[in-house]
């Protein structure tokens, strides 16, 4: 009798389906808020707008290298595979308990809850309705992935485009504020010292609302003809990316100043409002529930791939590693971090989770990107589909700014950074417990 063989994920994913995952995983909520807090790092337009490009450029380094890695393991998992095969089996478990089981569902609950508020607030939903609307969409996402790769993308396509067309409204907002005079996008604020050094803090808020490349590569095995696919959307999607960062803080600039935009909570509602009225606040708030309600949808259905890696390489129960026959989807694992996501949602403790594993985060990238060193070594007489360009220097250059973003966050916030270590030092005695157990069990 022949056997079985086990259900595998489907290559559904084209390259406008890729991109899509790119930009819908870096942008979120971020550039709608996070402009005010580099402009209050900053002296001028000039500075602020370098600051969006050597962000752009910086990430860029990295998106290469996750393009070269994608292409020689394009497997679902992203950095969990490559950690795996490079490090061994302990580094992956600790990314994966690190990410998959407490970041991943902490960012979703976090963002979640973000969507909720604007949403709430378009449709006039009083404050008590904010949980359940954000559990809600958390349980609406888990439901559709259910289906399968194609209809989340679908879904995501949607939100893609609708998250786009928010931040080209923005665009041309701040374009018709300005009145055809754009000289104060680039002029210093005199009004606005800022200490030294405060320019290379301004980099952090940047770098992160950059973060989000990596959803992609935990996708990988459901991405049709990967090895020129991932490289050419990750390229495609972050260079997207990078264009609607910098016109959106041209047309803040453009649209209240560098000093406007310095002191606001809200920059592209006030730039709507300006121009608008509150209907306009109304109709970016939409824009902004959109963009969210998206990136929740990925991280989601990237963060369910890993974690059903890990059940199938036996480092966490085995049901949560299966994938199931019809959709080809891994439903246990898209119901284990939905249903996390929505306790965290309803007891309100993400706030502590997603900023404890900040630093983890950036060192899973760090590692990530180093992974790359030894692939090239352990397989240097085999040709790679897709190669970084200059390297080693690209590589080194991410690892390199990744690690200084770390030193600076533990300087920033020693008690955030502690905690981060600690979670991902409280994953060793779980792993060797795990592995005790298995056996036992056995």
């Known amino acids: ?46 500075q602020l707008l370098s600051l969006w490009a050597i ?10 290298c996750y393009a070269e890695l994608g292409a020689r393991r394009p497997q679902a998992g992203g950095v969990y595979i490559y950690l795996r095969e490079a490090f061994g089996q302990l580094p992956a478990f600790l990314f994966g308990w690190t990410m998959a089981l407490i970041n ?19 449709i006039g939903l009083p404050t008590p309705w904010v949980k359940p609307v954000a559990a809600g969409a958390i349980a609406l996402i888990v439901g559709v992935n259910f289906f399968g790769i194609r209809a989340g993308s679908r879904m995501l396509n949607l939100f893609t485009l609708l998250k786009l067309s928010a931040i080209a409204l923005v665009v041309v907002a701040g374009v018709v504020l300005a009145h055809g005079s754009f000289g104060a996008v680039l002029a210093t604020d005199a009004a606005h010292p800022v200490p030294p050094g405060a320019f290379l803090g ?69 730039l709507m409002r300006r121009l608008f009225g509150e209907r306009g606040a109304t109709v970016i708030a939409v824009g902004i529930a959109c963009s969210t309600f998206g990136y929740c949808s990925i991280a989601i259905a990237g963060g369910a791939r890993v974690l059903q890696t890990m ?13 199931d026959a019809r959709s080809h989807a891994p439903r246990v694992a898209l119901a284990v971090l939905g249903g ?14 997603v900023d404890y594993t900040t630093v983890g985060e950036w060192l ?79």
């Open 55 to 64: 962000g752009g450029l910086l990430t860029l380094a990295g998106v290469l």
């Open 1 to 46: 009798m022949i056997a079985e063989t086990p259900p595998s994920y489907l290559r559904r994913l084209g390259t406008w389906d890729a991109a899509a995952i790119v930009i819908g995983g870096v942008i979120g909520a971020g550039i709608f808020r996070s402009a005010s807090t580099v402009a209050e790092r900053t002296a001028s337009g000039a």
């Open 202 to 270: 301004a980099l952090l808020p940047v770098l992160f609302t950059y973060g989000g490349f990596h959803y992609l590569n935990d996708l990988a095995g459901e991405v049709r003809d990967p090895q020129k696919t991932l490289p050419r959307a990750l390229g495609l999607g972050l260079g997207g990316v990078v264009v609607c960062y910098v016109l959106v803080n041209i047309a803040y600039l453009a649209g209240l100043g560098h000093g406007g935009l310095a002191a606001s909570h809200a920059p592209a509602a006030d």
């Open 364 to 442: 899973s990238h760090a590692f990530g990107i180093a992974t790359l060193f030894w692939y090239r070594w352990r397989f240097r007489d085999r040709p790679s589909p897709y190669r970084v360009p200059l390297y080693p220097l690209l590589p080194l250059l991410f690892v390199g700014t990744v690690l200084g973003v770390i030193v600076i966050t533990a300087i920033r916030s020693p008690g955030d950074a502690g905690m981060s270590l600690l979670l991902i030092g409280v994953g060793v005695p779980v792993y060797y417990a795990w592995r005790a157990w298995q056996r036992h069990t056995a």
């Open 311 to 323: 059940g199938a390489d036996g480092m966490l129960f085995r049901a949560v590693g299966r994938i």
């Open 340 to 353: 996390w996501a929505i306790v965290l949602v309803v007891s309100g403790s993400f706030d502590q989770l």
């Open 104 to 122: 991943y569902p902490g960012s979703v609950a976090a963002v979640a809850t973000t969507f909720a508020n604007y949403a709430c607030a378009a």
